[in-house]
């Protein structure tokens, strides 16, 4: 179950596109992406049974302002923002695109009135249709990666691509970057306490048996998540001259699947894909629905719902490239901050001051990813104000590589750890005097 909420759109099309960007350096770039598209997940899954509660006990120690903007922006994120459209393009790349390859941005706008119309509709009416299809359309996905994995490892279809653009100097940096694309680590902050729901309906209820429950099935799920990014990596570093170079990675697979399989493979490919997207944007539409419900109370869940799906709609037609390319600062500034939330959730016991630490060191990561966003913005839109680029930055170490953010929030980390300690010694000293 936990490998199955992982294994969305963005865990299908983003490992292709990686591999076949980074070439003969896909080794390294593969490290790096899964280092954040499996290892941190993980973590969080594991930081959510630590904390024996989600994101809300996991920013209990925030301002309650500052605690309600984190779980919304990454409601909306997961939601009407991003993910959810994300769903609809892969479903329209993968499954009607390769098959009217002429259609124009009518046939997009079309089907995403349609696509995300019926997910509002089955999101509104909570029915079981989506539970009968899910218990097939799961195992249905796996079997499909499954052979398409053991057919590129067997029969690759195509040579190896030069390394481009930040692969060639920062091949490693760039694959922990890119790893940010599938947002699972957003994921398991919401997944994490759905497991333990499960868990304890099954009868596991003790803190320690729970944790060990949740750990064994984070560790399960990335075993999975790993063998199809390994997978994916080489159809991608094994495409040159089945996808064309512009092609992004719904485009890639395919293209491969065309070339392997041929019209049935795709046929098959196109309709799995189509009902995993269909299942993951109602799912979404629904999640972030009762949240904001829940927790703004402006609008009734309904309303949030159709919002969602109107949202949707609009997001989803500027294109799957140009989507990934829009979420590209907003995933550099917003990784960084529930990195540091999950790595807090840690080592919260040791903390002499949890709520001041807590406060300065997200302060801090919140600082410097900025920046970091502001620098991704010029980079993916050169046209942008030229003082996005922030010069003055890049004496930061790792600033041109997109992390910061990492020794700042590191070392204020730690500053905060061993100051606070002993500043309470010393008083502690004093006071028994």
């Known amino acids: 179950m ?45 930081a959510v049974a630590f904390a024996r509660g989600g994101l809300p006990v996991m920013t209990r120690l925030l301002p309650s302002g500052v605690a309600l903007l984190f779980g919304v922006v990454i409601n909306v994120t997961l939601g009407a923002a991003l993910v959810c459209p994300r769903a ?21 706008l079309l089907f995403s009135v349609l696509f995300f119309g019926l997910s509002t509709v089955l999101a509104l009416t909570q029915g079981r249709l989506l539970d009968a299809i899910g218990k097939v359309l799961t195992p249905l996905l796996i079997i499909l990666l499954l052979v398409l994995a053991f057919a590129v490892f067997i029969a690759p279809q195509g040579g190896t691509p030069a390394a481009v653009g930040d692969y060639v100097a920062y091949p490693f940096s ?25 868990l304890k309906a099954r009868g596991v209820q003790d803190g320690p048996s729970l ?44 293209a491969y699947v065309m070339s392997l399989f041929g019209q049935p493979g795709l046929i098959i ?45 609009l997001v989803s037609n500027v294109g799957l490239s140009e989507l990934i390319k829009l979420s590209s600062p907003l995933l550099v500034f917003c990784y960084p901050l529930v990195i ?30 900025l920046c970091d966003g502001l620098r991704s913005i010029h980079s993916e839109f050169p046209g942008s104000p030229s003082w996005f680029a922030l010069k003055f930055f890049d004496a930061v170490p790792l600033a041109e590589q997109g992390l910061a953010w990492v020794l700042p929030t590191a070392v204020t ?3 905060c750890m061993l100051t606070l300690r002993f500043v309470q010694s010393k008083t502690a000293c004093a006071v028994s005097g």
Request: hydrophobic share 55%.
């Open 413 to 415: 980390l730690l500053l």
């Open 2 to 46: 936990t490998f199955a909420f992982f294994l969305g759109a963005g865990n299908i099309i983003f490992p292709p596109k990686a591999g076949y960007m980074a070439g003969e350096h896909m080794s390294l770039a593969m490290l790096g992406f899964l280092i954040t598209g499996v290892g941190l997940p993980l973590l969080g899954i594991v």
């Open 88 to 108: 609809g393009l892969v479903a329209y790349e993968m499954g009607i695109h390769p098959f009217f390859p002429g259609a124009g941005h009518g046939s997009l």
């Open 174 to 198: 760039t694959g922990f970057l890119q790893g940010y694309n599938t947002m699972d680590i957003f994921a398991s902050l919401m997944f994490g306490m759905l497991i333990i729901d499960v």
């Open 269 to 313: 490919l196109a309709a799995i894909v189509l009902l995993a997207c269909l299942t993951t944007a109602i799912g979404l539409i629904s999640a972030s629905s009762d949240f904001l419900h829940q927790q703004l109370g402006l609008m009734s869940y309904r309303k949030w719902v159709l919002l969602s799906g109107v949202c949707c709609i």
């Open 340 to 369: 540091t939330l999950v790595l807090l959730t840690f080592v919260r016991p040791k903390l002499a001051r949890p709520e001041f630490t807590y406060k300065i060191v997200l302060g801090v990561g919140a600082l410097f990813s």
């Open 211 to 254: 944790f060990k429950y949740l750990a064994y099935a984070g560790i399960i799920s990335a075993m999975g998540l790993v063998f199809v990014y390994l997978s994916l990596f080489y159809l991608g570093a094994t495409s040159l001259g089945v996808a064309p170079a512009t092609a992004n990675g719904g485009n890639i697979i395919a």
